[in-house]
């Protein structure tokens, strides 16, 4: 199985602020990557798919990046809505895996 | 509006079964892969596995092809999983979710439903 390595575990940021997110695959899953957000008690939300494309309606303060085995997450300006868990997902090769999250707070 | 409703989970026994359904509504059910993903207590997701259109293709992750079955009826727009041999380590919340039509990502999700397997 392919294993996502997502960073840092959690993080937490002031509004306005810049912050990105991390996630290392364990082969090249050449771009098959998707990020998704999870509010707490929602279902997970499609935010970027292969690996820098923003998914219709997502604000534009988010977007990802990345090639081979390394992927990132960047969030602009942060909200206080963007409190959330998000995870990283590879597509490329069965079984499909996710990251262990990473859990996103205010400062 | 795409609209993908769980149902059946509730609380039960260790090594019993439990048929989860997941109601779609708002697309063509019929022309898109469908899948299924759990979450365990304040845990991560694990992916469990995919229909495509026909049921011709199911793939599941190795840990769960011996326990879980994923099925549906196109004429009813509605997706099953059938899970047996029930262990406290399948006590999550199952979500169901739509595949985009190009790709193997999920960009619709149900708001899941709970399973709790306890005696």
């Known amino acids: 199985d392919i294993r996502m390595t997502q960073s840092p575990a959690s993080l937490s940021a002031s509004l306005g602020e810049t912050v990105n997110i991390e996630c290392l695959a364990s082969e090249d899953i050449y771009s098959d990557l998707a990020w998704y957000q999870q509010k707490p008690g929602k279902s997970p939300q499609l935010l970027i798919y292969?690996?820098?494309s923003l998914q219709n309606g997502v604000p534009s303060r988010f977007s990802g990046s990345g090639s081979g085995t390394q992927y990132s997450l960047k969030i602009n300006s942060l909200q206080s809505e963007d409190v959330a868990t998000y995870f990283c997902?590879?597509?490329?090769?069965?079984?499909?895996?996710f990251g262990a999250g990473t859990k996103l707070e205010l400062k | 509006e795409v609209k993908l409703v769980e149902s059946g989970g509730g609380l039960v026994q260790p090594g019993r079964s439990l048929k989860l359904s997941c109601a779609a509504s708002?697309?063509?059910?019929?022309?898109?892969?469908m899948g299924w993903v759990r979450q365990a207590p304040g845990k991560g997701l694990e992916w469990i596995g995919e229909i495509n259109q026909d049921s011709s293709t199911i793939n599941y992750t190795p840990s769960l092809k011996d326990k879980f079955t994923i099925s549906r009826d196109n004429a009813q727009n509605t997706l099953y999983l059938q899970m047996s041999k029930l262990g406290s380590e399948d006590t999550a919340i199952y979500y169901c979710?739509?595949?985009?039509?190009?790709?193997?990502?999920?960009?619709?999700w149900g708001q899941g439903v709970m399973v709790t397997v306890s005696s």
């Open positions: 997902q590879q597509y490329n090769n069965y079984p499909y895996t």
């Open positions: 292969n690996a820098n």
């Open positions: 979710a739509s595949l985009n039509y190009y790709s193997y990502y999920f960009d619709y």
């Open positions: 708002g697309f063509s059910f019929n022309d898109y892969w």
